[in-house]
Nanobody, 120 residues
Framework: QVQLVESGGGLVQAGGSLRLSCAAS????????MGWYRQAPGKQRELVAT???????DYADFVKGRFTISRDNAKNTVYLQMNSLKPEDTAVYYC??????????????WGQGTQVTVSS
């Protein structure tokens, strides 16, 4: 019913930047919170940043001052601008979207993940 397509991952040197995008499509009444999570090898998936439908943001401590989450409601797209990247940022980054269906049920959807690799 809802599909998320991620893009923007890749290989970058330490100190570089990447911009991730996640576009939602399908049938839903509205998109609520959107966010980014990441999972490094051998570690649990962790929250990176979230943004509410009204633009309220929340960041994990390890990305504050370096990453910026934003959204374009007209395009049903959430972005993650990543600056000053560190090797420890290397992970698969997943987009998460909470949608409200036409029957007013909230459902979570995950993107396919995009690899971010930061070399030293």
């Amino acid at each position: 019913q809802v599909q998320l397509v991620e893009s923007g991952g890749g290989l970058v040197q330490a100190g570089g930047s990447l911009r991730l995008s996640c576009a939602a499509s399908g049938r839903f009444f509205r998109i609520n919170v959107m966010g980014w999570y990441r999972q490094a090898p051998g570690k649990q998936r962790e929250l990176v940043a979230t943004i509410s439908s009204s633009g309220i943001t929340d960041y994990a401590d390890f990305v504050k001052g370096r990453f910026t989450i934003s959204r374009d409601n007209a395009k049903n797209t959430v972005y993650l601008q990543m600056n000053s990247l560190k090797p420890e940022d290397t992970a698969v980054y997943y987009c998460k979207v909470v949608v409200t269906t036409y029957s007013f049920v909230n459902n979570n959807y995950w993107g396919q993940g995009t690899q971010v690799t930061v070399s030293s």
